[in-house]
């Protein structure tokens, strides 16, 4: 397994060398290449698939192949969930301008203005400002959301809720392809456990051969005195 | 109505004038249909032979039964059908990820109609009281603002769902014949 490893990663790195991975379909008996996107971690996906297959150690091609189906699809759940934990990050701006919007006036947001101390076009005067200072992580700009939020008794899970509420849609197809990903574990795994019975049986079967190949039938009767 | 003479004069330019003249040309012109491939049998594509025959060759060793030899090759050819539909949909998910200006439909139509405001106030001199350098930048800025990160591979999901869905029903019946073809398999190899 460990050699196949090998020659995986060597095939991957041809294929980054070439750096036409994506443009053209490509085949490398018998697994095809990992389902990595650009920004993934190959070392981390290596180390998974290391870690699955000593812990699983599989013992023929069709246990290696279904080792790397788990593999591929835990790492597509896992990217799917990181995925929607970045979206709540990178949306939250977005939701907290709709969540300030009625707990600020005018004034407020001229003063989010003065945070940063940048005076742009009269386009700078929006309720988004004083959430795009916090999205930059300013620290003023942090404390007077804080502030506002607390005053409202509101806290980040209502970011959250609107960030939920606005793409409800899209964060249920996720879901829903997390879902199917899973069963497709389930189901692999079901079929790891009924291949590894059908070994079993046959190497019983073959035991149970060569059992009776060597066995001699001793002659029990007493000798006549 | 048209006459047969009319008819047969249409049959006959038609004859002469359409369709690719080439060999290069026809044989380009026959792939316009051509979408993914996936509907079509990996036995209908002869660069895969080789593959199917030694991964048929690496999962029952060399000297098999004639019998358990075409199992394996059932067994290696689904299994090969089911890394060409991943290998299809990883491509897709990909190319459009490398796409730099990948958005979705409803903030492309957005943009057009902002951008039609825009070019009609400009159009009746009704100029907003900023300056033209302004307006350019924010415009532009506007314009080119397309989603990134965990915001585009997200937006991808559920704006080609579609494609998707079609790529996963190609899938589960791959592996439905690779589980079916490793069955039989499985049992003939314990008889």
């Known amino acids: 397994m460990i050699a196949r490893i090998q020659r995986i990663r060597s095939v991957r790195r041809t294929e980054n060398s070439s750096n036409s991975a994506a443009t053209q379909v490509k085949r490398s008996v018998p697994f095809g290449p990992p389902p990595l996107l650009e920004g993934d971690d190959v070392a981390a996906y290596d180390e998974l698939l290391a870690r699955v297959s000593e812990g ?4 023929d091609i069709l246990e290696e192949i279904w080792v790397r189906d788990i593999v591929d699809l835990v790492w597509e759940t896992l990217r799917l969930r990181r ?3 970045a979206f709540f990050s990178a949306n939250a701006h977005e939701s907290l301008t709709v969540i300030l919007r009625p707990l600020i006036d005018d004034d407020e947001q001229v003063d989010g203005e003065e945070i940063e101390g940048q005076k742009e076009s009269e386009e700078a005067i929006g309720n988004n400002y004083l959430a795009k200072n916090w999205a930059r992580r300013i620290p003023a700009a942090v404390k007077k959301v804080n502030t506002l939020l607390t005053q409202a008794n509101l806290t980040m899970e209502a970011v959250n809720a609107c960030t939920l509420s606005n793409n409800i849609d899209m964060l249920e197809r996720v879901d829903l392809i997390i879902a199917g990903l899973e069963n497709r574990r389930n189901f692999i ?7 590894r019975e059908s070994l079993a049986r046959r190497l019983r079967q073959n035991l149970e051969q060569i059992e ?7 002659n029990t009767k007493r000798p006549k005195d | 109505m048209a006459t047969a003479a009319r008819i047969k004069a249409n049959r006959t330019n038609a004859r002469a004038s359409t369709g690719p003249k080439t060999a ?3 044989a380009r012109s026959a792939q316009n249909a051509f979408k993914h491939g996936l509907t079509l049998h990996i036995r209908f594509f002869p660069e895969f032979s080789a593959e199917i025959e030694a991964l048929a060759r690496e999962i029952v060793g060399p000297n098999a039964h004639a019998e358990i030899e075409g199992l394996a090759r059932q067994v290696a ?7 060409r539909v991943r290998q299809v949909r990883h491509q897709f998910v990909s190319s459009k990820m490398k796409d ?3 958005e979705s439909q409803s903030d492309r139509r957005a943009k057009c109609k902002f951008l039609i405001r825009v070019l009609s106030r400009v159009f009746r001199l009704k100029w907003p009281k900023i300056s033209e350098s302004i307006l350019l930048t924010k415009l532009s800025e506007y314009l080119l603002t397309v989603p990134e990160g965990a915001e585009k591979f997200l937006l991808i999901l559920s704006q080609e769902s579609r494609m998707l869905l079609a790529f996963d029903r190609y899938e589960r019946r ?7 073809a490793i069955r039989a398999l499985d049992e003939a190899r314990s008889v």
Do not use: F, T
Request: charged share 35%; proline share 5%.
């Open chain 1, 56 to 59: 699983v150690q599989p013992n």
């Open chain 1, 83 to 85: 995925m929607k934990a």
């Open chain 1, 189 to 195: 795994l079901r079929e790891i456990d009924r291949h």
């Open chain 1, 212 to 218: 009776d190949a060597d066995y001699k039938v001793v």
């Open chain 2, 24 to 26: 290069n040309g026809r």
């Open chain 2, 77 to 83: 050819e689904a299994h090969l059908d089911v890394c």
């Open chain 2, 100 to 102: 730099p200006l990948y």
């Open chain 2, 174 to 180: 791959a592996l439905s014949r690779r589980k079916s």
